[in-house]
């Protein structure tokens, strides 16, 4: 199959403007229908969207999605803690609705949005920081910059982590063509849902966006983080890891476990690195227990299937 690069043209540019449309309508749908009321809040040159729910006196919760999706990603999660916790879920790209001079927000652009974000939204309070992947990976970064402002951490198979193939990852991410989607598609599932099956050309589409490119091309070895960073954590950590995650794999969780002094690890089985899609409920299900119970006592059974 011959490479489909979405790199100029105007019937390209079309595309690209229909997908972020759809998007952006897609989870505004869906969030407003769980009870999200959107707001925007300009730092620096983004004008960062992000959807607000739950009692107004709650404990503050930051949900921060992954690459490529939007924070209807965290829609299970909303739907079990909206009535429970004030929730906040920021947009991290153009796909949801932010705007940002490339596009997308890579992981320093993320954590100075979040941290503004948090500032203006939490100020005199602590908050759960929540992340999937990428958002994992600028959680882990803000809980070493500012934690003074993390109560807990959530990471769902989080990235950054520096002890890892790299050369593989960047090769599963590197995505131009359809057969480069069905590999990563073996990556992010342990069985593709039907509907993300059907939906390759459209993730095709999404993961060649100037969004999307803009991060994979200026995230730095830099931001990365090792044993001796994860070990200045105190904070209790719940780590959600796939069993067959094959992005970010499931031993990167269990070394993070040992470097954080508070950290758990649940791996839910039979499933890949898109937990949030292949097991929402039982990731959901997950997530409130630790809200609940803390570590002390916490079951790391992952509960029922999806």
Not at 58 to 75: C, E, K, N, R
Not at 182 to 204: E, H, K, N
Not at 210 to 222: G, I, M, N, S, W
């Amino acid at each position: 199959m011959p490479e489909v690069r979405l790199i100029g043209g105007e019937g390209p540019a079309i595309v690209r403007r229909v997908l972020l449309k759809l998007f952006f309508l897609w989870t505004t749908l869906v969030l407003r229908a769980l009870g999200a009321r959107r707001v925007r809040r300009k730092i620096g040159e983004v004008t960062l969207l992000a959807y607000e729910i739950g009692p107004p006196d709650g404990d503050p919760w930051v949900l921060l999605h992954g690459l490529g999706a939007t924070a209807v990603a965290w829609s299970s999660v909303i739907r079990v803690l909206r009535k429970k916790v004030r929730l906040l879920v920021p947009e991290l790209s153009s796909l949801g609705g932010t705007e940002s001079p490339a596009g997308g927000l890579n992981v320093a652009e993320g954590v100075t949005a979040v941290e503004a974000l948090i500032a203006a939204w939490a100020p005199e309070k602590k908050v759960t920081l929540a992340g999937i992947s990428l958002g994992g990976w600028m959680s882990v970064r803000i809980a070493l910059e500012r934690p003074e402002i993390v109560e807990r951490l959530v990471l769902v198979d989080a990235g950054g982590y520096r002890d890892q193939d790299w050369n593989r990852i960047q090769a599963l991410t590197d995505v131009s063509s359809l057969d480069d989607v069905d590999r990563l598609y073996r990556a992010l599932f342990f069985r593709t849902p039907f509907v993300i099956q059907r939906s390759r050309r459209g993730f095709l589409k999404a993961y060649t966006s100037p969004a999307v490119r803009h991060v994979l091309e200026t995230t730095t070895e830099e931001e990365a983080y090792g044993p001796e960073d994860l070990a200045r954590i105190h904070v209790p950590t719940l780590l959600v890891w796939g069993e067959h995650d094959g992005l970010f794999r499931a031993e990167v969780g269990r070394a993070m476990e040992g470097d954080i002094r508070q950290a758990r690890l649940v791996v839910i089985p039979n499933t890949g690195h898109a937990v949030h899609w292949e097991r929402p409920r039982a990731m959901a299900a997950v997530i409130d227990r630790f809200r609940r119970e803390g570590l002390d006592s916490f079951d790391p059974n992952p509960g029922p299937a999806a």
